[in-house]
């Protein structure tokens, strides 16, 4: 998404000149862009997965982490951090 806008910002796009439905039009075809790219990586890592030996799900064994106490406080620290960042960023821009 940071390319695409900044190839748009390169192009110089003005978006108050554009209007209503030059904008959208403009935001359309950079979403579908950014989705065509998304889906073409994603074959690419498939092909890559296939070309290691990935057989599909039900071959592969699942690990998972334990969580342990302090993630856990560590977790509810940064969403705090995050909720009150919100918080300031919306107060100011009322």
Known sequence: ????????AARGVDWSVQGLRGSL????????????NLFHRSESIA?????????????QRLYMMQANQT???????AVGLLLALFAAVSVNTL
Do not use: T, Y
């Open 47 to 59: 092909q890559a997965m296939v070309v290691r030996g990935f057989q599909g799900p039900s071959e």
């Open 25 to 36: 039009a403009i935001a359309a075809r950079l979403c579908v862009r950014l989705f065509a």
């Open 71 to 77: 993630s856990v406080v560590a977790n509810v620290i």
């Open 1 to 8: 998404v940071r390319n695409l806008a900044l190839g748009l």
